[in-house]
């Protein structure tokens, strides 16, 4: 009998342990949290003439998004011209590149670039000039006579210049585009915004291009002054690339801007085509990249004292979830960033106790940080436990 009594007590002491100690029931929780974070919305001041697309590199379109609507490129296609050029007679650093002499058929160009109102840089034959320099007058003055002359001397012919240019296209993926002729006067020459901005981004990959076609002006030995068409060097950033105007065009521009925000640097790409003039085109654009500027904000997108969950005990103690610390990141007007909150089986804890993870995929790529409790879930004690006992072994 005594035995039995102890084996009794001893069996009822263990009940008693593994009720206190058996783990407790999961809790039910609620995610608060939106699935996006929006910021502040900002309207961009859409340059009122022509058709205009900009792109951030990591953030997409901003304002007006590229199309593949395929418009005459005019002296954009210079852009083109350059990277074929460089692509033939690569320059590094400061180098000028080979010498450059012109013979009749450089001069015969000029009387055709002049029936056509282009601009052109007069040259004689037996005059010489650098790669460089011949590329300055190009891409600043425009001329139309030097992207025929430079086509014919890195490709040996007009032909092989537009049938290599054809194929390097093709590599390209840049599929909207043709060009018909070195220079863009030919309205054959056709691309559309998307590539356009593919075009610009090549443009300013490449060192010596994106200083050339940066510089606002330069004495050029053969040529004189070269004075860049782009008269909104400096404004806002913009940094390049290439302005153009035909009757069949209007006028157009190719551009990039790079400034900073939050100590984070953006560069961004347009383009408008279809104007009537450049004076009045290059002013809105002005306007247009300084509003795209102003949309960028440093947006908080998660806060310890801002709540994303809410969890509840079977014992009715509640405590809210709450990132464990900032994350900020560069978000572009209300463009919306993902959000995607991960919960953890919550059994209890205190205050502080990982119970979960909040990702943000922000344009800077995904964030996470880790999310905690911001108040005690303590145990419900002995009376709870023993008068819950179902639950605890459910």
Request: charged content about 10%.
């Amino acid at each position: 009998m005594f035995f039995g009594s102890v084996i009794a007590l001893l069996a009822l002491l263990a009940w008693i342990v593994v009720v206190l100690s058996v783990p407790l029931p999961s809790s039910a929780s609620a995610i608060t949290q939106n699935a996006t974070i929006s910021g502040e919305t900002v309207s961009p001041s859409v340059p009122p003439v022509g058709t205009s697309a900009v792109v951030a590199d990591e953030f997409g379109p901003l304002g007006s998004a590229p199309t593949h609507n395929v418009v005459p490129m005019a002296s954009m296609t210079k852009t083109i011209t350059a990277l074929m050029v460089l692509k033939a007679h690569p320059l590094v650093g400061d180098d000028v590149g080979p010498a450059i002499t012109f013979g009749q058929a450089d001069v015969d160009v000029i009387a055709e670039v002049a029936a056509q109102n282009g601009n052109y840089s007069a040259v004689s034959v037996g005059d010489t000039t650098t790669e460089r320099d011949a590329l300055y007058a190009m891409m600043l003055n425009s001329s139309n006579n030097i992207a025929s002359s430079l086509a014919m001397w890195a490709y040996g012919s007009t032909d092989e210049f537009l049938a290599k240019t054809a194929a390097w296209l093709a590599e390209q993926g840049l599929t909207d585009t043709v060009v018909a002729d070195a220079s863009g006067l030919n309205a054959d020459s056709r691309s559309s915004s998307t590539d356009l901005i593919a075009i610009g981004r090549l443009a300013r990959a490449d060192p010596v291009l994106a200083s050339i076609v940066a510089t606002p002006s330069i004495d050029l030995p053969l040529f004189g002054k070269a004075v860049n068409s782009n008269t909104l060097l400096g404004v806002s950033g913009i940094n390049g690339i290439k302005t153009g105007t035909t009757d069949e065009a209007g006028a157009c521009l190719l551009y990039s801007a790079t400034f900073s925000v939050a100590e984070r640097s953006i560069t961004l790409y347009g383009v408008t085509t279809g104007a009537t003039t450049q004076t009045e085109l290059q002013p809105a654009i002005a306007n247009y990249v300084a509003s795209l500027q102003s949309g960028f904000h440093l947006t908080t997108l998660a806060d310890p004292g801002v709540s994303v969950a809410t969890v509840t005990t079977p014992w009715e103690t509640t405590s809210q979830i709450v990132p464990a610390g900032v994350v900020s990141a560069l978000t572009w007007s209300d463009s919306p960033v993902s959000v995607t909150v991960v919960l953890s089986d919550i059994r209890g804890g205190a205050a502080g106790t990982r119970v979960g993870t909040m990702t943000v995929d922000s344009p800077e790529g995904p964030l996470s940080v880790d999310l905690v409790l911001a108040t005690d879930l303590g145990d419900p004690g002995p009376g709870w436990r023993f008068a819950h006992v179902a639950q605890l072994f459910g």
